[in-house]
């Protein structure tokens, strides 16, 4: 009888591929890896079905070489939740499943974590009485001691005691007393417990309750300002998940997933705690993994990839900062972690919290409709009260490199008051634009519709769409002259203006190019956080979750770049960077203010955002939407294509609409150039789907975007479908 099996091959296959067991592997099921031929290569692949019938005769398949897993790698839940999250995304099924592995995984390693030797007690060690070694070896009598309270010994346990005991524990390993011991090491952060939970407010503690490891599926978005009190809610909710032997799944923006809140949930979680993020060794990252899959991390704390991770007993999940757009992968494969992350709560039947100062208008919307419920936090834990905004307004007023006058008072009056004042522009560089003064020349990339950024420090041009960088011009290339002069604002030039205007008090810029070192950003978020740094300016990389409680100034410098963006999220996203910003200031005991330079200080939403907040700006956001016919009101698809030539994505895209399945309940736009239509030297166009309803949508998806790639037009393109896209541009 021929054993036939369904393999997640990597490569462009919407579903997995028939394969052939030969008699002498055994039959791989569900969720095993296998090795397979594909053409002339060798590849890892993930078994969906086994054993099936094939649609194609025996003789025209392929027999796997290898069976690489004993065991399942991925459980049933696991294995559904890839397969539904690459039919929905519209992504290769192999692909997903590679997404979801570690490294070593797809790379076809064991499923093995790192082996440590551990020094164990003995029987004999047992009996005896460190008091009988401690006259002729005191450091013996110590070890033993500490041997027969813990059992075991780690190298890194080690450490505890003084000097290097490794001879002295060699000395009980001759005596019979201890052994040395292989045992998995999972690299685990060993929750300690010691401090207890705080007494959660009545705010806390609505939301808390509603929060139940173990007893059903509920979706709570729990909104509320920087130091509400949500972190609290979280361990609250993860700490009974523990009580009841289950594990918590917490996911984080990359940025959020700081040593500072690892080492918090060390010292009030009596658990053991897994970390999954991109900056790990491979090795460390199959551990967490696998500890998360056998149930030996009590807490997984990830960014976006760990929504894939395998659960052993999962009782909670918890999404931070859950608006972020870095939880949707902006390439390969669209997924939404967070969205992921819910769905998968549901099928496990068990609560999901989401926690955000700004929640997304996605999630006010399902709190609209009574999919989520919404917990508020209005009053600040410790009493911190909420910061005054006000509108700085900039029209006609002379600036100092972007600083105008009233905003230097007002920073001088808190350095003085010894307060501490954060700036933030969310552009990096000196300015934005070299243009010459004589003939208007601007310094414009030739691979983008795009100028260089102008970076003094190292005194290059720099394109930050395509990463292109070139030396600085002497003179200009169209008229001769050398007077180039830098046009706009970017934090480096932020930073020349306030070693000018506070030359005793140096200012800290934070941003990529300051804290390309690693570790550098935790240091310098570190001294910030001690109150060592009095001016800090910086990009977007400060608006978030970092406790920095002696802020009592937070400026806006310049509002105007998120007023008038081309993507229809424009709007909300500045508002959540305004409302994240502010949230930095009156934290602890003292109150804070907000400064906000703009050129347009009527601009509705700011008005709104100042006298009603984000719930006010999102409610008037989501009415606009509805109006116009956008996400969440209805489900988006966006198709991409680029190539290097401008005809061939129109024509790519032209064809592809020509051979679309017609669904008068889909509507269909382009297609249309990118709003930045050239970039790394291709040129972008777009088609954009939206139904009222996302099963038409997905439907049309489903049927059409097979044939695709057989278009002969889609030869000379790139093109990719973005499902529920973060940005549109
Ligand atoms: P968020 O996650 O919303 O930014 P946190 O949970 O980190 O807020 O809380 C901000 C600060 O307030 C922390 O120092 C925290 O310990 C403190 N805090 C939160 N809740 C309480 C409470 N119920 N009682 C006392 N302090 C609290
Ligand atoms: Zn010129
Ligand atoms: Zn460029």
Not at 23 to 40: E, I, K, N, Q, T
Not at 74 to 95: F, N, Q
Not at 171 to 193: F, H, K, M, N, Q
Not at 230 to 255: C, F, H, M, N
């Amino acid at each position: 009888m021929t054993r036939t099996i369904r393999v997640a091959v990597p490569g462009p296959f919407t579903e997995p591929l028939d394969y052939l067991v030969p008699s002498r592997l055994p039959l791989p099921r569900r969720g095993v890896r296998v090795r397979v031929p594909l053409g002339r290569r060798e590849l890892v692949g993930m078994v969906t079905a086994a054993p099936s019938g094939s649609n194609l005769a025996a003789d025209r398949l392929r027999p796997i070489t290898a069976v690489l897993d004993d065991e399942p790698l991925l459980d049933e839940e696991t294995s559904s939740l890839i397969e539904w999250a690459a039919h929905y995304y519209h992504h290769p099924v192999g692909e997903a499943y590679l997404t979801a592995l570690p490294a070593r995984l797809r790379q076809g390693q064991a499923a093995a974590p790192a082996i440590a030797t551990v020094w164990t007690i003995t029987a004999e060690g047992r009996e005896t009485a460190p008091e009988s070694l401690a006259r002729q070896a005191p450091r013996q009598a110590v070890l033993l001691e500490a041997l027969q309270a813990e059992e075991h010994l780690s190298p890194a346990r080690l450490a505890g005691f003084d000097g290097d005991p490794r001879g002295a524990l060699q000395r009980l390993v001759e005596r019979g007393l201890a052994s040395l011991t292989p045992v998995p090491d999972y690299g685990l952060i060993i929750g300690r417990g010691e401090e207890s939970n705080l007494a959660l407010n009545d705010e806390q503690i609505a939301a808390a309750r509603a929060i139940q490891p173990g007893e059903g599926h509920e979706v709570v978005l729990v909104d509320g300002v920087t130091g509400s009190g949500k972190t609290e809610i979280y361990l609250d909710a993860i700490a009974r998940s523990l009580a009841q032997g289950l594990q918590t799944l917490v996911i984080v923006p990359e940025i959020g997933l700081t040593p500072q809140l690892v080492r918090r949930f060390q010292r009030r979680l009596p658990g053991r705690i897994a970390v999954l993020h991109s900056g790990l060794g491979d090795g460390e990252r199959l551990n967490a993994w696998l500890a998360a899959r056998t149930g030996e991390a009590d807490v997984v704390i990830g960014t976006r990839s760990a929504a894939f991770v395998p659960l052993r007993r999962p009782g909670l999940i918890v999404i931070d900062e859950e608006h972020d757009a870095s939880l949707k992968q902006q390439e390969g494969f669209r997924y939404s972690a967070r969205d992921l992350a819910v769905l998968r709560a549901h099928r496990l039947d068990i609560p999901v919290v989401l926690g955000s100062a700004t929640p997304s208008l996605e999630s006010l919307e399902n709190v609209r409709r009574g999919r989520y419920t919404r917990y508020r936090l209005c009053q600040r834990a410790g009493d911190a009260r909420p910061p005054v905004i006000q509108l700085l307004d900039m029209r006609g007023q002379p600036t100092r490199d972007g600083l105008s006058q009233p905003l230097i008072d007002q920073i001088r009056r808190h350095l003085e008051g010894g307060g501490q004042a954060l700036l933030f522009l969310n552009r990096r560089g000196f300015s934005p634009t070299l243009i010459c003064h004589e003939c208007g020349w601007l310094a414009e990339c030739d691979r983008c519709d795009a100028r260089y950024t102008y970076h003094r420090g190292r005194g290059r041009l720099h394109c930050h769409h395509c990463d292109r960088e070139r030396s600085l011009p002497h003179h200009c290339p169209s008229c001769g002259s050398v007077d180039l002069r830098p046009l706009g604002l970017g934090t480096e030039r932020i930073e020349t203006a306030l070693q000018a205007a506070f030359p005793e008090t140096p200012p800290v810029r934070i941003d990529r190019d300051s804290t390309r070192r690693r570790g550098s950003f935790e240091r310098q978020m570190e001294a910030a956080r001690r109150g060592d740094t009095r001016l800090l300016l910086g990009t977007q990389m400060l608006a978030k979750g970092h406790h920095l409680p002696a802020v009592t100034l937070v400026a806006i410098i310049d509002a105007d770049q998120g007023l008038f963006g081309a993507d229809f999220r424009a709007p909300e996203r500045l508002a959540q960077l305004v409302v994240q910003v502010a949230g930095r200031a009156g934290r602890a005991e003292r109150s804070g203010e907000v400064a906000i330079q703009t050129h347009h200080p009527e601009h509705p939403l700011l008005q709104m955002l100042i006298h009603g907040g984000y719930p006010a700006f999102a409610e008037a956001a989501l009415a606009e939407r509805e109006a116009a016919g956008l996400p969440p009101a209805r489900a988006m698809a966006l198709l991409r294509a680029e190539a290097p030539s401008r005809e061939a994505p129109q024509a790519f895209l032209k064809a592809a609409l020509a051979g679309a399945p017609r669904d008068p309940r889909v509507e269909r736009l382009g297609p249309y150039p990118a709003p930045m239509e050239r970039r790394a030297g291709r040129y972008r166009a777009q088609v954009m789907l939206q139904s009222d309803l996302r099963a038409p949508l997905q439907h049309l998806l489903t049927q059409w975007l097979p044939r695709l790639g057989r278009l002969p037009e889609a030869r000379r393109v790139r093109w990719s479908i973005d499902v529920d896209p973060a940005e549109t541009l």
